[in-house]
């Protein structure tokens, strides 16, 4: 049986086995208290009944062959369930207990027996809480959680189980569509529940609690999936540290640490990476019920120039744009509202029609008529019990008819969570309104959603990561001579220059012409810098002896090139290698100075020109290359030429290569010319 095949029996059960004692008690409590509809088995050597539900002493006794069990029994009674369910053709089971990989290197041999045992089984857990299927009435769950039966919404995956019963009791409004707590994750990884939820058409959205990924090529082509079906992926991942890389001689593997690759991943697939709990609600919420945005453009309306303020300064903090209205809308909207209202967006309408439902209704459609990506209504209600909401009411049914007369994107944002009661949260969500909770939270999610959309777009050009080639074996760095050698190869452009002994130095100089660099080489020597093995700008040849002489006492050969400007910027473009992210390019301002500025992106192989184009948008130095106040702006197509030629080699070379360092890569008018190199790859069993 196919492992998808496996896992949409488990979560989607006609029949129901449970193994244990109290635990499988409460699975069957939780069951009957959400209406499962399948039949109930229970197994137990010591028990006559669980739950009111008679018991059978092993697994022979049982009716039928489960589509799911929940085996909450000590590690090794498990292992010996679990193999008696695979013999017999079960197709998946719960494993609640612990004391498996998560308890030390005696775990790690139990879980992979477990492993072992299973088979072609689903196998949730071990160490998990199990699974909630509101969709369909499934409690594979043995504790108290706060969801409700669902027709749509959104799959929550965790690896936590006590962080997937807290969310369970979120008061966000989140129809939860699944909730899977996964636990150890001993037969099935993160990319198997992806592909078996995209399957799923009652399924809005995929949220994901995360401590790591696993298999990264894996989860990286379901999530590509998941972007070309339009299903948004919604990640909260902890544990931002370093993996521990080995030690690294490039200024990019000192910059390339782990939680920037998973950024990068992320930005690449489309996910929405959320920093707190409450972002994670809100997108998820919003990404559920709206969906991914259009564009980058955003309207606000509210009957408070403190909330309009608001709304701007968070817009413009998160790089979300708030265009104005269009004439006819300004003029319309200024005869509605009156002379002493200035009509802009965001908009403050005032108090002037507050509880007036034609005046706000037509107010919200012509305001909804300038066709922003979303439009924002700030509303907070009284929320204690016995409070007169007509007023709010009204306002929020003109929203609604607004809505459904103009075919327009519009959310509903009180500025603080708990002034968006629950009656108005459940009124909203019914009429089609998301009902977003604290301004910040809310616009974090429209700009998640924003990008998003725009991955969505582009779909069909993303790529899915490569998987990570072995590399064992010896490392060798190439000289600066060598690694640039190499590069050029691959339509690197370089400087004219020639290697030499000292006593040459001088007169290479002269033949190149003046102005030069002399450098030492080495292939020791990953930053000359540092060393005192560089000399630029040198205008003659007694200039270039005295340079020689300085270095002469440590080195032997050297590298005298033609020195280049002028300069628009300094690049630096590097690839280092990841044990779980494979090779990743690095991109931004270079130079000496390059980890205390740290204007740098990464970017995961392959990598496309538009890419590429894209990291360079989002730098600082950017700027200087489009020509920073006035000044000489750069060959932008020659930049991502070169950094394509530069991930070409390392695609080229991918089974041997270690990290990769052009810097700088010197950016001019007409040329992006790579003037210093350092090369570290893997030795074959041939070249040792």
Known sequence: MLKKDALRRLLQPKTVAVFGGDSAAAVVRQCQAIDYAGDIWAVSPTRSELAGIPCVANIDELPGIPDASFVAAPPQASLQIIAELAERGAPGAVCFASGFAESGAAGEALQAKLGAAAGDMAIIGPNCHGYLNYLDGVALWPDEHGGRRSERGVALITQSGNIALNLTMQQRSVDFAYVISVGNSS?????????????????????????????????????????????????????????????????????????????????????????????????????????????????????????????????????????????????????????????????????????????????FEQFLGNGYGCTLLVLDYPPHAGADQRNWITTERALIDAVAATGQRAVVVASLPETLPADVRERLAEAGIAPMQGIEDCLFAVRAAIEVGQRQAAAQSVQAVLAVPSTTGDLQSLDEVSSKAALAEFGVTVPAGRMCGAGETASVASELGFPVVLKAVSDQLAHKSEAGAVATGLADAAAVQAATDRMAGRFDTFLVESMIGPTVAELIVGVSRDASFGLSLL??????????????????????????????????????????????????????????????????????????????????????????????????????
């Open 587 to 688: 991109l931004g301002r270079g130079g000496t100075e390059v980890e205390l500025l740290d204007d740098t992106v990464s970017l995961l192989l392959p990598v496309s020109r538009e890419d590429i184009a894209d990291a360079i948008a989002t730098l600082k130095v950017g700027q200087l290359l489009d020509g920073w106040r006035g000044g000489p702006a750069a060959d932008k197509a020659a930049v991502i030429d070169a950094v394509a030629a530069i991930a070409g080699y390392a695609m080229a070379n991918q089974e041997r290569l270690q990290e990769l360092d052009v810097n700088p890569l010197l950016v001019t008018p007409e040329a992006a010319i790579a003037v210093d190199a350092f090369i570290r790859v893997m030795l074959t069993a041939g070249e040792k």
């Open 187 to 363: 037969t099935l990884q993160l990319y198997d529940y992806i592909d078996m939820l995209l399957d799923d058409e009652r399924v809005s959205a995929i949220a994901i609690h995360m401590e790591g990924i696993r298999d990264i090529p894996g989860f990286s082509a379901a999530a590509v999936r998941a972007l070309r079906k339009g299903v948004p992926i919604v990640v909260l991942k902890t544990g931002r540290s370093s993996l521990g890389a080995e030690i690294t001689l490039s200024h990019t593997g000192s910059l390339a640490g782990s939680d920037r690759l998973y950024s990068a991943l992320f930005k690449r697939l489309g996910i929405a990476r959320c920093d707190s709990v409450p972002q994670f609600l809100e997108t998820m919420k919003f990404l559920s019920l709206v969906g991914a945005l259009p564009g980058n453009t955003l309207g606000s309306m509210s009957c408070s120039g403190g909330e309009a303020s608001l709304v701007a300064d968070c817009a413009d903090r998160l790089g979300i744009d708030m265009p104005p209205m269009t004439t006819d809308s300004v003029v319309s909207l200024q005869e509605l509202l009156g002379p002493r209202v200035k009509v802009s967006n965001p908009l403050d309408y005032h108090l002037y029609i507050w509880g007036d439902y034609a005046q706000l209704n037509r107010c």
